[in-house]
């Protein structure tokens, strides 16, 4: 059964038309409320994925659920039509299971509150966060088991309930839900920031509401979602074709020897509405790796996209969701049946974004971008110091952005617009470890008009014995170059013990042993590059040598000949140009690299690790 309202106040709100100046004085008032929810959380949350990086997601709804401003869509229709209860004035919800949300959490390490507003008795407004909680408990430090087989292996599910209930707090919910974490201290924490964060947004909204009349303020809210369904119509009609365009990509492994496993988009418009159909896509991991996804967080990751290429002055909200179709198929990566395991869904998560641009692109390829989006690095480090205490640590790595039509891709920046990493000196300050290095890798970005951004090489040096993990991608499968622009390199990872030996780590491990002194060289991937490399300026790509960008080995993928001090031989770099171009045929408008059988090879060559030797279709064989 659908939720039930209760309210004081069942007046219906008016219809207002609203001046130019009122909308925008609301929208920048609600886009300013965002940004202090997004403060609020980082001076109150403890955990340094959340309280330094910022993994974490708010959202302000109008009365009927429709995200307003936020970033990842709103989830709330879907929960109101399966939510069996009331909410009222008071109420407070708190949820962290995916299967209970049509994955509007998308694992149950991310914990949200949504907080319905009230206002003289009336529903106004929703308003949400969701965070990224560090243990929730589960078989594992970091509760993201590679290796599960069902999300009860992956720590606490929360079905949705009350944490606060008619302004009154479920204490004893509170000390169950803590007793199951390993760090209940940054839990509660972050949980209150949480909370916070949405009750410093319902204060806004209120002001508004009494400053410009709760009509007002409600049709301001409805006319920024029209104006926003009017923009977007517009862009789809001009982005995307009658006649189907498909595009796929795959997540390396599962880390327990299986893969790739492919994910197939197919996009066509049927008048105003454009159908994304995910038909093709691999059928779901016996291992984590899955990624239960919420149509509607998919359609808001197509109108972001769509906005940022064409017009990155609208503003986001859920305006446009008519306008598109998502069909995923049940029992897939992407729609797995409960209860497979999710912990592991960044893979996929981030590689959506990389499906999309090859979709996009292939009607307007001088808009298309390269492969980079591609993952997000998760490293694991836990143990007790020297004073016998307790430390466990999760940090979010960063790879290189994809070449762009408008430039290079940044080096080492994060999926999300809004992460930065935690600083080193954090780090050093709070746990047994130094940074012995931390800079961009290069040449790892794929060669181009526009090159593709570096990854990352951070070298930890472990101050204390313990436990690590890695969760990463990209290490098999490069990111792909467009328009003539090279793929990026791959992932890797080296211990360097304090023995002096060393040994290549896989990029999905678990539960690896280190000692006092051993290193771990941590090596992401680099974006793919965008144009043609040799149209690329000779004296940009001897700069570049210089800043430790680019080698003056991998200069010659630019078709330049330059010394270590980015001194450029033109002669022969006119004479080594000539000679490529004559010996290249039309350049692709998608470069993948090797085939497969030269994709193991170079895999190995250049990671050290054997490529995944059973494809996804063997799994289902041995399982029965």
């Known amino acids: 059964m659908p939720a039930t309202i209760v309210a004081t106040n069942q007046t219906p709100f008016r219809k207002i038309d609203i001046d130019p100046v009122t909308l925008d004085i609301v929208e920048n008032a609600l886009r300013n409320a965002r940004i202090e929810m997004d403060a609020t959380l980082v001076r109150t949350a403890m955990s340094p994925g959340i309280r330094e990086q910022g993994d974490a997601f708010p959202l302000i709804a109008d009365h009927l659920g429709r995200m307003i401003v936020g970033q990842f869509g709103s989830f709330i229709g879907g929960f109101l039509d399966n939510f069996d209860g009331t909410l009222e004035d008071g109420d407070m919800i708190f949820l962290s299971d995916p299967y209970s949300c049509a994955g509007a959490v998308s694992h149950s390490n991310d914990w949200l509150v949504l907080l319905p507003v009230f206002k003289d008795g009336r529903l106004i407004a929703y308003t949400s966060m969701f965070g990224h909680q560090s243990d929730i408990g589960g078989k594992v430090v970091g509760s993201m088991p590679i290796n599960a087989r069902s999300i ?23 000390k169950l839900v803590m007793h199951q974490t ?30 410009f009349g709760d009509d007002v303020y409600v049709s301001a809210t409805q006319e920024l979602l029209a104006r926003n369904h009017r923009a977007m119509k517009s862009l789809i009609a001009m982005a995307v074709a009658e006649e189907p365009v498909s595009f796929e990509d ?104 990389d499906i999309l641009g090859g979709l996009l692109g292939q009607k307007t390829p001088e808009f298309l971008n ?47 617009p809004g992460f930065t990493n935690v600083p080193n000196e954090f780090l050093e300050r709070y746990f047994p470890l130094m940074i012995e290095r931390y800079e961009t890798e290069p040449d790892s970005g794929g060669a181009g008009l526009h090159r593709g951004g570096n990854g990352i090489h951070m070298t930890y040096r472990f101050l204390a014995d313990g436990t690590i993990s890695i969760h990463d991608d990209r290490w098999f499968v490069p990111p792909w170059g467009v328009n003539g622009g090279l793929p990026g390199k791959r992932a890797r ?6 023995d002096g030996s060393s040994e290549i780590v896989g990029n999905k491990v678990e539960d690896v042993s280190v000692a006092k002194g051993d290193q771990l060289h941590f090596i992401t991937w680099g974006g793919g590059g965008w144009g043609d490399p040799l149209d690329r300026d000779p004296a940009l790509v001897g700069k570049e040598i210089t800043q430790g960008l680019v080698t003056s080995d991998g200069a010659k993928a630019y078709g330049v000949i330059a010394n270590d001090k980015g001194e450029i031989d033109q002669a022969a770099t006119d004479a080594l140009r000539t000679s490529m171009r004559a010996g290249r045929g039309a350049l692709p408008l998608f470069d993948y690299g090797p085939g497969v059988e030269a994709l193991r090879a170079a895999c190995e060559a250049e990671t050290g690790l054997a490529a995944p030797v059973q494809p996804v279709w063997a799994m289902a064989e041995a399982a029965e």
């Open 152 to 174: 009860f292996e992956e720590g606490v599910r929360i079905p949705p309930v009350k944490i606060w209930k008619k302004g009154e707090y479920n204490a004893d919910l509170m």
């Open 250 to 353: 795959y997540i390396c492994d599962d880390g327990m020897g299986y893969g790739p496993y492919r994910i197939k988009c197919t996009m066509w418009r049927e008048g105003e509405k454009v159908i994304l159909d995910f038909a093709g896509t691999d059928p779901q991991s016996q291992a984590s790796i899955n990624f239960f996804l919420n149509e509607n967080m998919f359609k808001m990751f197509f109108g972001i996209y769509m906005i940022m290429v064409f017009d990155p002055q609208i503003l986001f909200n859920d305006g446009f969701y008519d306008l598109i179709d998502v069909r995923i198929p049940e029992g897939s990566l992407l729609k797995p049946k409960f209860p497979a395991a999710l912990s592991g869904r960044t893979h996929a998560l981030g590689r959506i974004f």
């Open 370 to 416: 390269a492969a980079g989006f591609s993952s997000s690095p998760h490293l694991f480090y836990s143990g007790n110091d020297a004073k016998g205490d307790w430390f466990q640590l999760f940090q979010i790595g960063f790879g290189g952005i994809p070449g762009r039509p408008l430039g290079d891709g940044p080096d080492g920046h994060s999926l999300w």
């Open 493 to 498: 990872k080296i211990l360097e013990r304090a």
């Open 182 to 211: 390993r760090k209940p201290d940054w839990c509660q924490a972050d949980l209150n920031a949480l909370i916070a964060s949405c009750r410093v947004a319902a204060r806004r909204v209120i002001e508004m509401a009494e400053r």
